[in-house]
């Protein structure tokens, strides 16, 4: 039924193209913007696939899972661009991918990588970016002892502030409670998503918001703007790899795989810092640009596996939401 | 007898399908996820905060409604209209749009905590249950006000006057009955809309003490992919809703018939000063948060790129169309939808649009391109969303008609739709144009279902914005977000002047 009235409507388009074989890739909101890496990126896979490839776009990337998750095997998806390493377990749960078959990637990540469902296409560090005028805490420790008012993203609607949760686990363990009641107090505000932390932030309502290390090469790059930096914390900073996977149920594997070896080549990697701005997982040829080198990279870096985050997301968000309820 | 109950009829199907509307996509979800969801310890926390905000809300926002009504039905000012028009603009604000301004004005480096500070007084912060509540009576104040200004209209010219020569005490005797009226419904509509608030509870709310039954159900359908659980909440969110219904009726009085000739009313004046100052802090509250809104969007707006403008016009065919859908709907429920139409014209806003969305995701994707779904379904959504409000306004205008001018019409003959050209539109234009108004705004500033189906080619001007924020162009979302608030207020404006200029 959905066939045919997909192909009614789509008829004239097809009589056109006749043969083009079609790949759709469904990703997060901020992909696909004029500003996003979608454009160019689409550009570069068809001059030379022969084929027409569709970014369709919905929120965020837990979103896009629950998206995959309701519409099943019979999803439109070829590929899935845009879930991080926090909600990847439960992807793979779904039985829905396939495996890249590409053998140990070659890298330029600070973690080995050998998930033979996904392959990464960009990773950052959380950090915290603030207002440069104000002296910057070195931990969260630190944080907590200063009169310093931050937002953060709440972990129930929101990747970063997961992040920033599993960012807390990772350093302290036995200790998260702690902090996070520590840190009560220094917390203006938790917002949804990190849209609205981060517009409190450049609002000058807060003196700081959870965002990404590469948030600083944004308003350096495209601002011109050095008021805000990201502050390196002591204890090492946790991670986001964002990755793409094939689904089982695509009706064009070969075209998909292609398009997974293009993601690791400079047609996808070359635009990616200052479109999504974040780091490259292959680095293109001739580096990143002007400011992007006065980023600090931190002595740490902090992730759990995939089955890991799964297994500690409830009990850490409890954690989260009972220190800061009292 | 004076009370004359209203025909039934067509608003009987009208008011099925839009049960239909709400339940049969939250059975959906129910139904895929194999039945209800379990609620976790920190969901009865939020339960109780979601009942406890949205009453005090309500609350506050009613009794506000009542001075600042009375203020202004009593004095004539020059740009009184405009005013009025002005003061309504907050509740047609998109959400994050509003919180923005509120934290311009309220916040912690806001407007306020500027004047505050060279007084050598301690700066206050809107974070906290009290920002929440702020926040809702800012969103909210509005449509009470606006809800007893059009009762205060409906109290005959003749009846001041008679009351006036009698020296009755006007007020027990004319506004009393009216507010016993007129509250109760004000009172329901604005604890149901607080009821399923999201963005504004979480953002103002300071952390997740102040977390909304809306954040659970947001969190299962995205996060977790608890479907089961979602369902339940938006059941829990629906039976909260029907309760405060039942108990709104039972507190609400009957109108009584009372004809009048069309005479000016010869208005009772209290002290001017006290009603200078009741509409000067209004305004205040109410407009401040409105200009910060615009000096933050000036930036941004001259510099919009197209797909801005082309995600601007499909907004605008978007809340045309919900405009006409939910008035059809809304007419023909207020007319001959009979108790039924009282349940029907409530549920909509207790219903979570994110479990209404997925529900009808679920039973169609199937059969249609979900890309084809985009806008059919937000027009659905928004109109359905708006009825609630539309209903309450038509309602007590269309009955007020039929009992002081419906057997006169009978004697005529008039019947179908001569009686609604000739008697019940007239005799409701200004209801007309206030509900229409009202519609056409929140449609245009609803996110709503469209994030869930729309692709790149096909979004709406708020989720242009949202993407926009999402990729660090805040001066371009400021932009955007000005540029919505003009549509919005715009058609607002249009359409509830068009129906004032007949009064």
Not at chain 1, 60 to 77: C, I, K, Q, W
Not at chain 1, 149 to 162: A, Y
Not at chain 2, 280 to 296: D, E, I, N, Q, R
Not at chain 2, 446 to 464: H, W
């Amino acid at each position: 039924m959905r066939t045919i009235l997909a192909t009614g409507l789509s008829f004239a388009a097809t009589a056109a193209m006749a043969q083009t074989p079609e790949l759709t890739i469904y990703t997060y909101d901020s992909f696909v913007t004029d500003y996003g890496p979608g454009p160019v990126i689409e550009e570069n896979f068809e001059a030379t696939c022969g084929c027409d490839l569709t970014f369709e776009a919905f929120g965020d990337g837990a979103a896009l899972l629950s998206r995959l998750r309701l519409e099943g095997d019979s999803t439109d998806a070829d590929i899935i661009l845009g879930l991080d390493t926090n909600l990847t377990a439960e992807a793979a749960d779904t039985g829905l991918f396939a495996p890249h078959g590409i053998e140990t990637p070659a890298l330029d990540i600070p973690i080995p990588w050998t998930d033979p469902l996904f392959l990464p296409y960009d990773w950052g560090y959380f950090a915290f970016m603030g207002d440069a005028s104000i002296e910057a805490p070195t931990s969260f420790r630190e944080l907590a002892d200063s009169d310093i008012q931050v937002v953060i993203e709440d972990p129930r609607s929101s990747t970063p502030g997961l992040g920033l949760v599993y960012w807390v686990e990772a350093a302290y363990g036995d200790e998260a409670p702690a902090i996070w009641e520590a840190l009560a107090d220094n917390i203006l505000t938790v917002t949804p998503g990190w849209s609205e932390a981060y517009g409190l932030f450049t609002e000058g309502e807060a003196d700081a918001a959870l965002s990404y290390n590469t948030s600083e090469a944004y308003h350096l790059v495209a601002e011109g703007d050095d008021t805000k930096v990201a502050w390196p914390f002591e204890e090492g900073h946790y991670m986001q790899v964002e990755v793409a996977g094939k689904l089982a149920s695509t009706d064009v594997p070969e075209l998909a795989d292609d398009f997974l070896a293009f993601m690791l080549t400079d047609g996808f990697q070359g635009p990616i810092p200052e479109t999504n701005w974040m780091f490259p997982v292959v680095m293109p040829e001739g580096g990143l640009g002007e400011g992007w080198q006065s980023l600090v990279e931190p002595e740490t870096a902090l992730l759990y596996s995939p089955e890991e985050a799964q297994a500690r997301r409830e009990e850490a968000i409890e954690t989260w939401r009972t220190a800061l309820s009292q | 007898m004076a009370h004359r109950a209203l025909p039934v009829g067509p608003g009987v199907a009208a008011s099925l399908a839009v049960l239909a509307f709400v339940l049969v996509p939250l059975g959906a979800v129910a139904l895929r996820a194999g039945g209800a969801g379990m609620p976790s310890p920190g969901d009865w926390a939020a339960f109780r905060f979601t009942l406890w905000q949205a009453a005090l809300s309500a609350l506050i926002s009613c009794a506000l409604a009542v001075p600042v009504a009375r203020a202004l039905m009593r004095r004539r000012f020059p740009g009184r209209a405009l005013f009025i028009s002005l003061i309504g603009a907050p509740f047609i604000l998109p959400v994050i749009v509003a919180v923005f301004g509120l934290v311009a004005i309220f916040g912690r480096n806001g407007w306020l905590n500027a004047a505050l500070g060279p007084l050598g007084l301690p700066p206050l912060s809107i974070y906290g249950a009290h920002g929440v509540i702020l926040a809702h009576v800012f969103f909210n104040l509005p449509l009470a006000t606006r809800m007893l200004l059009s009762g205060f209209a409906s109290i005959p010219g003749e009846h001041w006057r008679l009351a006036e020569a009698l020296n009755l005490p006007r007020f027990r005797f004319l506004e009393w009955p009216m507010l016993r009226d007129r509250l109760p419904g004000a009172f329901l509509l604005i604890f149901l809309i607080c009821l399923t608030s999201f963005a504004v509870a979480l953002t103002l709310g300071g952390g997740p003490r102040a977390t909304t039954l809306e954040l659970a159900i947001y969190q299962a359908l995205r996060f977790d992919y608890d479907l089961g659980k979602a369902a339940l909440m938006a059941a829990a969110q629906c039976a909260v809703c029907l309760a405060a219904l039942a108990l709104a009726r039972r507190v609400a009085l009957a109108p009584v018939a009372a004809p009048g000739l069309g005479l000016p009313p010869r208005l009772p004046s209290g002290p001017l000063w006290l009603d200078a100052l009741v509409i000067a802090a209004a305004g205040a509250f109410l407009l401040l948060p409105l200009a910060a809104v615009v000096t933050s969007g000036l930036a941004g707006i001259a510099e919009l790129p197209p797909t801005i403008w082309r995600a601007a016009l499909r907004s605008l065919i978007v809340a045309l169309s919900a405009t006409a859908l939910s008035m059809a709907l809304a007419l023909l429920m207020a007319r001959t939808g009979g108790r039924l139409a009282e349940v029907a014209s409530a549920l909509p806003l207790a219903a979570s649009s994110l479990v209404t969305g997925t529900g009808i995701f679920l039973i169609l994707f199937r059969l249609i391109r979900p890309e084809a779904l985009a806008l059919p379904a937000t027009i659905a959504v928004n109109a359905v969303i708006a009825l609630p409000f539309a209903y309450r306004i038509l309602r007590p205008a269309l009955q007020q008609a039929e009992m002081n001018y419906g057997r006169l019409a009978d004697q005529l003959g008039l019947a179908g739709l001569a009686r609604w050209r000739l008697m019940l539109a007239p005799l409701a234009r200004g209801p007309i144009g206030f509900a229409a108004g009202l519609i056409g705004a929140m449609a245009m500033g609803d996110l709503g279902v469209i994030a869930l189906f729309a692709s790149q080619e096909q979004q709406t001007l708020p989720l242009a914005m949202s993407r926009a924020m999402g990729a660090y162009r805040m001066e371009e979302a400021a932009g955007a977000g000005l540029l919505l608030v003009i549509m919005a207020f715009g058609l607002f404006w249009i359409f509830d002047r068009g129906g004032r200029d007949a009064n």
